[in-house]
């Protein structure tokens, strides 16, 4: 008995859990049941949160080891959090595409927490997309084939002076990693370690090609991967609020920060927890 309450948010995936303080020390059992909430919902979201950097290193400690980004540089005295920052100077922000966190390292992290301190007035919502469903949806014969390949994935273009990583914003340090980034091959097919269901694992930031095809014989397929993978009906949406949270399974989820909000501010924290 944790308290924990689970509504879905959407079809497809996504669910708000209440009921829970997540500054605190919790117990094992309540950890228990937001890992159980994350396997079914693939992302969840928390309101009305305070969290110190400290409370939210601990609370992502308790799904496993916290990564620090290669080329993003986080906060002086803890750089396992990321802060996110869109400065209302800045015209790009970060993540402003399809992507998942990380699968350009050789062993990808499973999940990122995310934290608003501080939401514009209007705009600045992000989407997710269910992989497990797209792949799901996709014809048998489709899926045997793409059940036998691996495909590339590199941080270099996307963390490179035309990527949008890379783009200047006023308060966020980000490193170019063209001609630095290593490439590490990963199955197209990526089945969950705890729940056995299988998820398409292409990138649009980071996926290059097909492993042992060229990147112009992979180029279609990709694209229609691409497309195929960010249809609606496999989509929610998420309006955050100062206090926010959400929880998303890299493995599983791709998420798009959506750039919508024009001379304000918006600034986030996040967490990314590796396999343990
Ligand atoms: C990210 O890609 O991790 C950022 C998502 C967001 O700011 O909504």
Redesign the pocket.
């Known amino acids: 008995m944790t308290g924990l309450t689970v509504r879905k948010v959407a079809g497809a995936l996504g669910a708000e859990l209440g009921g829970v303080d997540l500054s605190r020390d919790l117990d094992d059992g309540t950890v228990a049941a937001i890992r159980a909430a994350l396997n079914t919902h693939q992302v969840i979201f928390f309101r009305d949160q305070t969290l110190t950097p400290e409370q939210q290193l601990a609370f992502g400690r308790r799904f496993g080891p916290l990564n620090i980004h290669p080329y993003v540089t986080g906060m002086a005295a803890h750089p396992e959090v990321?802060e996110?920052i869109k400065e209302p100077s800045d015209k790009t922000?970060?993540?402003g595409g399809w992507?998942s966190?990380m699968s350009f390292l050789e062993t990808p992290s499973i999940g990122?927490i995310?934290y608003a301190v501080e939401t514009p007035d209007f705009g600045?919502?992000?989407l997710f997309a269910s992989q497990a469903a797209a792949y799901d949806a996709l014809s048998e014969g489709l899926k045997r084939t793409l059940e036998g390949l691996n495909a590339v994935h590199s941080a270099g273009r996307e963390y490179s002076a035309k990527g949008s990583s890379a783009q200047k914003r006023a308060s966020m340090q980000v490193a170019e990693a063209e001609g630095l980034a290593g490439e590490f091959v990963h199955p197209v097919v990526k089945v969950h370690p705890e729940t056995g269901r299988k998820a398409l694992y292409v990138n649009p930031a980071f996926t290059m090609n097909f492993e042992g095809w060229t990147r112009r014989e992979s180029k279609p397929l990709l694209d229609f991967l691409f497309e195929h993978s960010r249809q609606e009906a496999f989509t929610c949406r998420f309006a955050?609020r100062d206090g926010s949270v959400?929880f998303w399974d890299n493995r599983q989820v791709w998420?798009?920060?959506?750039n919508d909000y024009p001379g304000q501010r918006?600034h986030?924290r996040?967490v990314t927890v590796d396999p343990a």
């Open positions: 990321m996110i922000n970060f993540g992507h966190d990122s995310l600045g919502d992000t955050w959400a998420h798009y920060a959506l918006r986030m996040r």
